[in-house]
């Protein structure tokens, strides 16, 4: 008898134990999230963004820095970040925008401001600089000249048959010089003769810019060599 009563309470006692394990696996299933709910819902970029330039040139002479603006809008319930790149080299000139991201809602408008701060002689002249706008699904593509002039005295470098810069503001007064480093002869002459300048290989030329007014050249041998010198008063 005696050992038919601790056979049933050994029999009990396994079963509560099962049970006991049982309930513990469900509880610990419960408490962990299944994978749908660990999974966060990829966000759908609605509509699109629109940007504009608040300038075309920008303006600032060496040492000095500029700051362009650029405004962001939402079209058709955008709302999203949006990442600034410019795609131009600017050499010798340090470039920062005051975010890394901006985020465009459909109900207010978003400023991005970007500061160029010419640092080095190589940074004189004009750069036509190719910017991109971008968010998930939209990209935008536009244009900014900034334009960092020169006085005193100022290189042009001719080399790779281009005149590096081709488009250059001085004040009235600077000296350019024009610095062939190519191994070909190579020329700098004015339509109206102002001035013409032969240069041979690994030679330079200067000369003075003292009337206001924007001035054409070209290189005779090779008249596709054009370059633009602006000159603003003192």
């Not at 968010?135 to 244009?143: A, E, G, L, P, R």
Request: aromatic share 12%; proline share 4%.
């Amino acid at each position: 008898m005696n050992g038919n009563n601790s056979f049933v309470r050994n029999y009990i006692i396994i079963g509560v134990i099962i049970l006991a394990v049982i309930g513990i696996g469900y509880i610990l299933i419960g408490n962990v999230d299944s994978p749908e709910q660990n999974t966060s819902k990829p966000v759908v970029e609605k509509g699109f963004f629109n940007v504009e330039s608040e300038q075309e040139i920008v303006q600032t002479m060496l040492g000095e820095k500029v700051e362009a603006r650029f405004v962001l809008s939402s079209e058709l319930g955008f709302e999203s970040d949006v990442n600034f790149v410019i795609k131009t080299p600017l050499i010798g000139v340090k470039v920062d925008f005051d975010n890394t991201a901006y985020f465009v809602s459909k109900d207010v408008e978003q400023v991005a401001t970007v500061t160029f701060d010419p640092m080095e002689d190589s940074a004189v002249g004009q750069h036509n600089m190719t910017i991109v706008a971008k968010s998930q699904n939209t990209v935008k593509t536009f244009f900014l000249i900034l334009d960092v002039i020169g006085m005193g005295e100022v290189q042009i470098d001719i080399e790779n048959y281009n005149f590096e810069p081709h488009g250059l503001t001085i004040v009235q007064g600077t000296k350019v010089t024009w610095y062939n480093k190519d191994d070909v002869i190579h020329s700098v002459n004015s339509p109206d003769n102002i001035f013409n300048i032969d240069m041979q290989r690994q030679n330079y030329a200067s000369f003075v810019f003292n009337e206001v007014g924007t001035f054409q050249y070209f290189c005779k041998p090779h008249p596709y060599m054009m370059g633009t010198i602006t000159v603003i008063p003192r």
